[in-house]
């Protein structure tokens, strides 16, 4: 009676330690993704004060710059989480915009967040383009006579 108990106990384990690993598998992962500047860092900045170099050498390169010129430098990080196989969600987001003038003398820092974000409507359309699609079989068929064997180099005769 002792065996079939402890063979009992033994698949009880088993199946315990298999549910509880399947279940680990499952945890939700969070990301840190991008270059937040430390708090101390960012009090080290004085508007009207510091030049374009010293800013970078503050808080680094920037994630990105202004569209149109390059007088903003935008710092942008942000925690995102994923369970399992669903989509990545965004847990937070923060963005120091960091402005220059004319000059390159720092003139301001602004701080956004994920509130401050505004969602974007991505077209469906695509860029036509000239030519037209070819199914396999008009693939196969029209590289059929285009490839030749080996050329040889002319020779002596």
Known sequence: MSAAVSAFSLRKLALGLAAALALGACAKDIDSRGNLPTADSLTQLAPG??????????????????????ETWYYISSHTTQYAFYATTELDRTIYAVSFDDRGILKEVKKYDIRDGHPVQIAARETPTK???????EQLIGNLGRFSGPQQAPGPK
Do not use: I
Not at 131 to 137: A, I
């Open 49 to 70: 004060e510091q030049t374009r170099q010293d800013v970078q050498a503050l808080l680094g390169t920037p994630a990105t710059t202004a569209v149109f010129d390059n």
């Open 131 to 137: 030519g037209r699609e070819y199914s396999v079989l």
